[in-house]
């Protein structure tokens, strides 16, 4: 039998925790979103895990960790062109639809606006290395010759929706990217995502 007075305060103390954990800037982020604004970032959540789901079922879809790195780029390479076939038609704006990227952007918005937001911008333009800001759907994430990739803000992340295992965010000048990391490939993007 589950003991109610217990797993309620488990619950509140999880709540408390997860309040003090997010910045200033995501709680305002987070707080500020209307019920149908909601529905959209958690539509796209969805999108982003049926995404994965479709790229686990592929059958080049079986990287594991090598030291041979020639050989991980060759499997790396056989995903890349596994996903492409399996998207021909994959397009700017499939993820980041219009009402979308209207979310995506207050979101942002409100964080670079934020207490956050000053070290947010400091940590974006002391980050190394950056990445080149043109993007092509269903193209090779351009990371400069295998270059480390710049990692989002802990805070800008914080008032984004969470992605699935395999996916990821990266911000390049103004522009946000949707990364699929094993294909290293750009799924999506959003031009204009910071103010």
Same mark, same amino acid.
């Given at each position: 039998?589950?003991?109610?007075?217990?797993?309620?305060?488990?619950?509140?103390?999880?709540?408390?925790?997860?309040?003090?954990?997010?910045?200033?800037?995501?709680?305002?982020?987070?707080?500020?979103?209307?019920?149908?604004?909601?529905?959209?970032?958690?539509?796209?959540?969805?999108? /982003? *895990?049926?995404?994965?789901?479709?790229? @686990? #079922?592929? =059958?080049?879809?079986?990287? +594991?960790?090598?030291?041979?790195?020639?050989?991980?780029?060759?499997?790396?390479?056989?995903?890349?062109?596994?996903?492409?076939?399996?998207?021909?038609?994959?397009?700017?704006?499939?993820?980041?639809?219009?009402?979308?990227?209207?979310?995506?952007?207050?979101?942002?918005?409100?964080?670079?606006?934020?207490?956050?937001? /000053? *070290?947010?911008?400091?940590?974006?333009? @002391? #980050?190394? =290395?950056?990445?080149?800001? +043109?993007?092509?759907?269903?193209?090779?994430?351009?990371?400069?010759?295998?270059?480390?990739?710049?990692?989002?803000?802990?805070?800008?992340?914080?008032?984004?929706?969470?992605?699935?295992?395999?996916?990821?965010?990266?911000?390049?000048?103004?522009?946000?990217?949707?990364?699929?990391?094993?294909?290293?490939?750009?799924?999506?993007?959003?031009?204009?995502?910071?103010?």
């Amino acid at each position: 039998m589950i003991d109610c007075q217990r797993y309620g305060r488990t619950l509140i103390v999880v709540a408390i925790v997860t309040a003090t954990l997010l910045s200033a800037s995501a709680m305002t982020a987070i707080q500020a979103l209307s019920p149908q604004e909601e529905k959209l970032l958690d539509d796209f959540a969805k999108n /982003a *895990k049926a995404y994965m789901d479709k790229e @686990h #079922a592929l =059958p080049a879809d079986k990287l +594991k960790p090598k030291s041979d790195i020639e050989l991980l780029e060759k499997q790396r390479v056989a995903l890349r062109d596994a996903v492409r076939q399996s998207r021909p038609d994959a397009k700017q704006g499939d993820f980041f639809t219009p009402p979308t990227a209207t979310v995506f952007r207050k979101i942002l918005a409100k964080t670079m606006a934020g207490p956050d937001g /000053a *070290k947010i911008r400091a940590s974006l333009r @002391h #980050a190394e =290395p950056e990445a080149p800001m +043109k993007f092509v759907v269903n193209g090779d994430y351009p990371n400069r010759q295998g270059q480390p990739i710049q990692s989002m803000p802990p805070t800008m992340l914080q008032t984004l929706p969470a992605l699935p295992k395999g996916l990821e965010y990266s911000i390049a000048g103004n522009t946000l990217a949707l990364r699929d990391t094993n294909a290293n490939l750009v799924v999506d993007y959003l031009p204009d995502a910071l103010p």
